[in-house]
């Protein structure tokens, strides 16, 4: 029996937390992975197994369901995540969100948490140039464009945002992305290089919807980040919510180590 | 500076160098900055020409492979034995092989080049053969992405003039048949159907079981010269122009037995030629006969003992070569050490062992989890619900704890590539450690 202080205020008659929370009794959150077949290869599994076990053991049934090019859309995803991918992948993923867009920005406009890591960030902007001088218009859900750069901006990064504290986690993008002028960056860099290498921004949030260069890691290493997208989704579920805390030394102890390395 | 005058300055080098115990590549690199064209030079004059073995995984396996089966055809072999496949550690590995009269003497090369160094290779000597392995995640923080990778393949297929030989399951190093030039001949080595799914390609490596990436559509598979059929433990059968034909093959993990098709088949079109076979019997029950007898290259699965323990060290680097050697034995079986480096060299991102699936460790834990990125690792296997005894990121350290620990257990680690020059560095103190 642990005895915890909710993050937020507890629904009466949600009962005590305890350690040993049925598997799945406080029901089931919809997990939806876009574009695995084509956005997944800098380990963006990470976000959706850091998501899947932190729902578990909070006592939630996850149902996990992966989206490709043209399948039907899961509209009932509670949280909806997706990663980085070649240019080939992300191609067909450019022409598969136009045809889903209408669906998609209901659920923004919803409140539905997102996350989008790299190249789907990048198409959840107005567009992206490539280097080629090919563009790829994307579904505008944040207010940016991206250009593709000669260089790659690779390597550890550290930032620091008022809503999540230090964001940890390694970069690797070639395409340089420029905020609109309203539009509010996910935090700041303090090491590394960020959305452009230059305005000293970091990734992107609108409404519950985070985008970000920090590729697969970001979430298993930045556990307060994960939680608040747990948080809005059962919120928004239920409409209410009670997140045990859980045990994140390894996390922490990892965080200290990746922030004393070399970029 | 007269030619020869230039060649005994670089062989004076490298006879300094290797006195002080420096790198290998450095007599390259004074020897191309006073005579550019020397490598090209001098592997012109091959009469057998020059072999290209490059791809991102097993290249220093499959090109210790190929040099033996060629050799045990007669063929007096050049290969960038150092392990530095660069173009200056080719020109270190020449100067030490040719003699203080300039003779050359060799037949042919067998060359492991990196990606990234063939392309450069390639533009100064036109290989007769390639044989190109596989494209798979690895050092993406360096080349950026595989599409990448797959152009450097490309021009390596593109500048070799007799035939090119390529893994047929890979569709990335299979699409590099239209980069070929129409004079040079494409070959296949492959895998029977009932193998392919152990062998995933990284477009349908996940961890949830997701669809398959879809295969190109309506292309036929080509018929391979060397097709794996089967294997147990270190039984192989293949089958070599669609007959079969077994094998034993003493190397550690199956991605080392697939690799085997492919020098099989590289060594096969070599001979084939007429041109190249010297020796009497020559021919496939030779060629298999050799194979027995390759034992693993350095990292790639050497066993170490210590006291009387066995002490297995398999090189990580990228999630496929990660995922096959868990699955190449049963984990319950060894006690278990993995050490994960950050370096350079191993690649600054580890965010990689997120693709790695570490369910087959559960039942059995791990004892140590070490190296600069030890608390990634194990936080890691946290996720995959994997018990870990220890987590001490001091290699040496840790290394010994892993041998008290293991108490009689034979002992199995995963390692970076700087981790295990660390390890095998440790374990001097405890063990016979051959030299690199
Ligand atoms: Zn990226």
Request: aromatic letters at 6%; charged letters at 20%; proline letters at 6%.
């Amino acid at each position: 029996m642990t005895t915890t202080t909710s993050m937020f205020p507890q629904t009466p008659g949600s009962g005590s937390p305890t350690d040993t929370v049925e598997p799945g009794g406080l029901g089931e959150i919809h997990l939806v992975q876009l574009y695995p077949r084509d956005m997944n290869i800098y380990g963006d599994w990470g976000n959706t197994l850091t998501l899947k076990r932190r729902l578990e053991k909070r006592g939630y049934g996850v149902k996990l369901t992966d989206y490709n090019p043209g399948d039907s859309f899961p509209a009932d995803g509670d949280i909806l995540v997706g990663g980085g991918g070649q240019d080939s992948g992300q191609f067909r993923v450019m022409e598969d969100l136009q045809s889903i867009k209408p669906v998609l920005m209901q659920l923004v406009d919803d409140g539905a948490p997102m996350l989008a890591i790299c190249g789907l960030y990048q198409l959840f902007g107005h567009e992206f140039r490539t280097i080629g001088g090919q563009t790829l218009p994307g579904v505008g859900i944040f207010d940016l464009t991206t250009v593709g750069g000669e260089q790659r901006l690779i390597g550890n990064i550290v930032t620091e945002s008022e809503k999540f504290g230090t964001i940890i986690g390694y970069e690797n993008h070639s395409g340089l992305t420029k905020l609109g002028a309203g539009q509010q960056p996910l935090a700041r860099v303090v090491a590394g290089a960020g959305n452009d290498g230059q305005d000293g921004t970091e990734g992107a949030v609108t409404k519950e919807v985070i985008g970000s260069y920090l590729h697969g890691s970001l979430l298993p290493k930045n556990p307060a980040l994960a939680d608040h997208l747990i948080a809005t989704a059962v919120r928004r579920r239920y409409s209410h919510y009670h997140l045990e805390p859980l045990n994140d030394t390894l996390a922490t102890k990892a965080r200290e180590v990746a922030q004393s390395r070399p970029r | 500076m007269s030619r020869p005058l230039v060649r005994l300055l670089g062989q004076g080098v490298r006879a300094a160098t290797k006195m002080r115990g420096g790198g290998s590549a450095f007599p390259g690199l004074v020897m191309e900055k006073l005579h550019p064209g020397f490598v090209a030079e001098q592997l012109a004059r091959l009469p057998h020409g020059v072999v290209v073995v490059s791809g991102t995984n097993g290249k220093t396996t499959t090109t210790k492979m190929a040099v033996q089966l060629l050799e045990s055809q007669g063929l007096k072999v050049f290969t960038n034995r150092t392990g530095s496949n660069f173009v200056r550690g080719v020109a270190a590995s020449l100067l030490e092989e040719i003699s203080l009269t300039g003779r050359f003497d060799a037949d042919i090369a067998v060359l492991e080049l990196d990606e990234a160094h063939a392309v450069h290779f390639v533009r100064q000597v036109k290989p007769r053969f390639a044989l190109l392995l596989n494209v798979m995640r690895d050092q993406l923080d360096r080349f950026g992405e595989i599409d990448t990778t797959r152009q450097m393949l490309a021009q390596v297929a593109a500048a070799t003039t007799e035939a090119v030989i390529l893994n047929r399951e890979d569709p990335r190093i299979a699409s590099l048949a239209q980069d070929v030039q129409p004079d040079t001949r494409v070959l296949w080595y492959g895998l029977s159907e009932q193998l392919r799914p152990m062998f995933p390609s990284d477009d349908d490596m996940r961890a949830a079981d997701g669809p398959a990436a879809p295969t190109p559509e309506g292309a036929p598979q080509p018929e391979p010269v060397v097709e794996l059929a089967h294997f147990e433990a270190t039984d192989v059968d293949f089958l070599v122009h669609g007959q079969p034909a077994q094998a034993k093959v003493h190397l550690y993990g199956v991605y080392n037995v697939y690799n085997a098709a492919g020098a099989l088949a590289l060594a096969l079109t070599v001979t084939d030629d007429g041109r190249a076979v010297k020796a009497a019997g020559a021919g496939v029950e030779s060629l298999l006969d050799e194979l027995s007898r390759v034992t693993p290259a350095f990292g790639r699965g050497e066993t170490i003992t210590v006291g009387e323990t066995p002490l297995q060290l398999l090189l990580v680097k990228n999630p496929a070569g990660f995922r096959l050697s868990l699955a190449s034995a049963k984990p319950e079986a060894y006690a278990t050490m993995i050490a994960i480096n950050d370096e350079y060299a191993d690649g600054r991102d580890v965010s990689w062992l997120w693709d790695v699936e570490f369910d087959s460790l559960r039942a059995g834990g791990v004892d140590l989890v070490t190296g600069t990125r030890a608390w990634d690792m194990a936080l890691r296997l946290d996720y995959d619900q994997v018990p870990i005894q220890e987590v001490e990121p001091d290699l040496t350290e840790s290394l010994h704890k892993f041998i008290t620990a293991a108490d009689g257990r034979p002992m199995r680690v995963f390692c970076t590539y700087t981790a295990m020059l660390s390890l095998r560095r440790a374990l001097r103190a405890v063990a016979d450690v051959p030299e690199i």
